[in-house]
């Protein structure tokens, strides 16, 4: 008999009877104090207890370290290299925060409708956690959408249902197919998780090699492709024949549409429900400016969001998240107008762009432009000469774009001060 049964069926213990265990010992039973001790096998017993060695943390021996505790595959991972604050810029440069030209992050400079400061300035109830399943959220969501709010999932931004996504399906060992250059979390994420990265580069123009991609689901049988149209860094779409293709494999294709409204296209969010290995990502943070709080959003088939649905944190968004992002999904004329004048300034910016005799900047379906640097100038240097005049582009680090800068659509005003910065160094 165990011991939870014979506590359930017994209701009068003596104090401190001893209580045979499985070969290894006893337990002590105290219910007057309802304690239950454990009492090892005597050093002389024959009984086959389990041997327990202290296994040296690091090769070769030595003292105990925090980091054995750490999985191996992470303790040799890079961490993620995000764009530094307002804040820590202003201090590094010696400028104010207004003083900055910030377009190296893709946000959105109009800042979010009233609704949401209104929203946030009368909130009652942050000392409760929020509502775990974000319902207020995923109705209105629902009703911006089409889609009805079973097939949507909320998130503390888009960046974390990336992350559920693959811990949900993933083993370690497994593989996922990524297309660079792109958003560079989707690597990031698949390291954190164990998985393995297959990579099909995009062509010169940065459209998908669809080709390639068929040899090597076939060949290396990734799991999932995670694709983002409009892309990031180079903002070209992806179009629906070509998606329909990448749909018939037998892999799970993550669709990442964070700047899908400022290419004038359709979200395929509806699409999840006829296809069943797709999943479609959404984000706040580019059309309602709402990067600072975390709020992103999916819509997934119901056959997969219901185990994600067991897999996530329970408050994983936040009062303000929600009730910021049911704001700003109030006033749709302030986000309607603030796209179209984003979109008319990255047509502007362009145009100036292609003037500069430095820069080959390619078109854009986004809030942001890729420029190629030529005339044998350097790309890191040039991003560099124009942080010290307070102007931040972005520059990456990665083989792929050592060439290249990225400039996020601004205001008018901001164009005006990144032209008159450039004309400075040619």
């Not at 560079?184 to 099909?200: Q, R």
Request: glycine letters at 6%; hydrophobic letters at 40%; aromatic letters at 8%.
């Amino acid at each position: 008999m165990g011991v939870l049964e014979l506590l359930c069926k017994t209701s009068s213990l003596c104090v401190d009877r001893p209580i045979p265990g499985p070969d290894c010992g006893s337990f002590q039973v105290n219910l007057r104090r309802s304690r239950i001790t454990f009492m090892p096998p005597p050093a002389s017993s024959s009984s086959s207890a389990v041997s327990v060695t202290e296994d040296s943390p690091k090769e070769g021996g030595g003292k105990l370290t925090g980091d054995s505790f750490i999985r191996p595959h992470l303790r040799k991972l890079s961490a993620y290299q995000p764009i530094l604050p307002f804040e820590v810029l202003s201090i590094r440069l010696g400028r104010k925060p207004e003083e900055i030209i910030k377009l190296d992050a893709n946000e959105n400079p109009y800042g979010p409708p009233p609704e949401v400061f209104e929203a946030l300035g009368s909130l009652r109830f942050p000392y409760i956690y929020p509502d775990p399943e974000s319902r207020r959220l995923r109705a209105a969501l629902a009703k911006d959408s089409g889609l009805e709010a079973d097939y949507i999932l909320a998130g503390c931004g888009a960046d974390e249902l990336i992350d559920l996504i693959m811990r949900c399906v993933l083993e370690p060992g497994d593989k996922i197919l990524d297309c660079p250059p792109t958003f560079t979390m989707y690597e990031f994420d698949a390291a954190v998780n164990g998985a393995l990265v297959v990579k099909v580069p995009r062509t010169p123009d940065f459209s998908l090699d669809v080709h390639r991609i068929f040899e090597v689901v076939e060949q290396e049988k990734p799991k999932c492709i995670f694709l983002t149209s409009p892309n990031n860094p180079d903002g070209s779409i992806i179009d629906d024949e070509t998606l329909l293709k990448i749909l018939s494999l037998p892999i799970l294709v993550v669709l990442d549409e964070a700047y899908i409204e400022f290419a004038g296209l359709k979200s395929k969010m509806t699409w999840v429900k006829k296809h069943e290995n797709l999943i479609v990502l959404r984000t706040f943070s580019k059309r309602a400016a709402l990067a600072g709080l975390r709020i992103g959003y999916g819509a997934f088939p119901l056959s997969i969001i219901e185990y994600l649905w067991r897999a996530k944190q329970p408050y994983n968004v936040s009062v303000a998240a929600e009730i910021a992002a049911c704001a700003a999904l109030e006033n749709p004329t302030y986000l309607e107008n603030v796209k179209i004048a984003l979109v008319e300034e990255r047509e502007r910016l362009f145009k100036l762009l292609k003037e500069v005799p430095l820069l080959n900047p390619y078109p854009s379906y986004s809030n942001f432009i890729l420029c190629e640097v030529t005339a044998g100038r350097d790309a890191k240097r040039l991003k560099e000469d124009l942080v010290k005049m307070g102007i931040m582009i972005r520059h990456y680090s990665n083989k792929e774009l050592a060439g290249y800068v990225r400039v996020s659509v601004g205001k008018p005003e901001h164009t005006d001060a990144l032209m008159e910065g450039l004309k400075r160094l040619y």
